[in-house]
């Protein structure tokens, strides 16, 4: 027969055991990432403690890697900051609220869009999903959300149009 003693230590390391497993289930794992090249840059610093939390409605996430940003399970949204500064480019620049940005559409098959910022070091890549089936969001949305963040990092050079160049 056990003990009252014994059988309050059951009861109570068996309900220890049931909230550890509740919320260890409810825990997000980190989104893992890769920092980038220059993601130790000062700058990138000042632009992850403005990461807002949220982007295009979707809640942030833990990330693994340093200057890095996702938003969304799974992330619909991902930042990296301190990647490499696009030189000149015929590749489309959109400017929302006074940042700069190239796009790169090459896996838009995939609605999966990049975008890095243009005129400012180290530069800000963002990568977005756009597929409603699995949760993604709008570009536009996202990189807007983002804008008084990366905006942490000064503007030296903006996109200039083929009108801008003839003049």
């Known amino acids: 027969m056990i003990s009252r003693t014994a059988l309050r230590s059951l009861t109570g390391t068996s309900l220890l055991v049931v909230l550890a497993t509740t919320l260890l289930t409810g825990c997000v794992q980190a989104v893992p990432l890769e920092p980038a090249d220059n993601a130790n840059d ?3 610093a000042d632009v ?12 942030k996430r833990e990330t693994s890697a340093q200057a890095t940003g996702a938003w969304g399970a ?18 489309a620049c959109i400017a929302l609220n006074g940042v700069d940005w190239i796009a790169d559409e090459s ?22 999903n756009a597929d409603d089936e699995t949760g993604g969001v709008s570009g536009t949305t996202a990189l807007i959300d983002l804008t008084s963040a990366v905006q942490a990092i000064p503007a030296t050079s903006a996109c200039v149009s083929p009108d801008d160049v003839l003049e």
Do not use: F, Q, S
């Not at 992850?48 to 809640?59: C, Q």
């Not at 799974?74 to 590749?91: F, K, Y």
């Open 42 to 44: 000062p700058a990138c």
């Open 48 to 59: 992850t403690v403005r990461l807002p939390d949220t982007v295009a409605d979707k809640p």
């Open 74 to 91: 799974p992330a619909a949204v991902i930042l990296h900051c301190g990647v490499p500064a696009p030189g000149p480019t015929t590749d």
């Open 107 to 128: 896996d838009a098959a995939n609605d999966t869009y990049r975008y890095t910022t243009y005129g400012r070091e180290p530069a800000i890549e963002v990568v977005i």
